[in-house]
């Protein structure tokens, strides 16, 4: 996505606990999905995202969520622990780790977002 000053952001977002936060118009973090997938309003990743990255003040910022832990990592970029099996999800798509297998990775190609890429987790049993 681009800021408004023309730079990227880039960014990683819970859909799952968006999605579920989206029926509470009070959230401090509302997304309003009918808007997006209406096409009148746009997904833009924010600093309260699992991860945030804005290219122009090269600002990064992680946090967790409901779902996820985020565990910052040089070797494999950005991992993240689900909070229910505790499976590590590495995002890295150039990674061969055995957490890159923990989650079935789709990209697609959008002409309002450029590429946008899902990690689809099975969660495999709750600890």
Do not use: T
């Given at each position: ?15 799952e606990q968006s999605l579920r936060e ?47 832990r985020v565990i910052p990592n040089g ?53």
């Amino acid at each position: 996505m681009r800021s408004q000053k023309g730079f990227d952001i880039s960014g990683y977002i819970d859909l799952e606990q968006s999605l579920r936060e989206s029926s509470c118009r009070n959230s401090e973090h509302y997304v309003n999905w009918q808007a997006i997938f209406e096409g009148k309003a746009k997904l833009v990743p924010g600093p309260h995202d699992l991860s945030y990255f804005d290219w122009y003040s090269n600002k990064v910022r992680f946090n967790d969520s409901a779902n996820f832990r985020v565990i910052p990592n040089g070797a494999h970029s950005l991992l993240m622990m689900h909070r229910g099996d505790l499976k590590v999800v590495c995002v890295n798509a150039g990674c061969n780790c055995s957490d890159s297998r923990n989650a079935i990775r789709n990209v697609y190609r959008s002409s309002i977002y450029g590429d946008c890429m899902f990690f689809d987790h099975i969660i495999r049993r709750i600890h």
